[in-house]
């Protein structure tokens, strides 16, 4: 029986129960969630690296979307609250559409 010890999303056990396994699973105290959700959010950060077509970019994408999501409540935090730091943070510093490289900065 495989050992897998990982944030899983909440429909999960419904489709291992459907296909007929056993399983066990056990919820996190408030505490361990976030760290879950970390430890989740560099797997398909890491997955989606991997990807080789814009489809698994799209699915690693939207499974990172869903993490920041999760985390948003333990953070005491809205998605509107998270744009309006992301817009500002984009009007102070730009965004990453024109793919600029920084290479070196000559100290004066």
């Not at 429909?11 to 296909?19: A, D, T, V």
């Not at 499974?63 to 935090?77: G, K, R, T, V």
């Not at 509107?80 to 965004?95: C, M, P, Q, S, T």
Request: proline share 3%.
């Amino acid at each position: 029986m495989p050992v897998y010890n990982k944030l899983v999303r909440d429909l999960i056990p419904q489709i291992i129960e459907k296909s007929g396994s056993k399983f066990t699973t056990r919820i996190l105290h408030s505490s361990e969630h976030l760290t879950e959700i970390k430890n989740k959010l560099e797997e398909e950060v890491h997955e989606y690296q991997e990807t080789t077509n814009n489809q698994e970019a799209l699915e690693e994408l939207a499974d990172i979307l869903e993490l920041i999501h999760a985390a948003l409540p333990i953070h005491e935090a809205t998605f509107e609250d998270l744009e309006k730091i992301r817009v500002a943070k984009k009007e102070k510093h730009g965004g990453f559409e024109q793919a600029i490289y920084l290479i070196e900065v000559e100290d004066e």
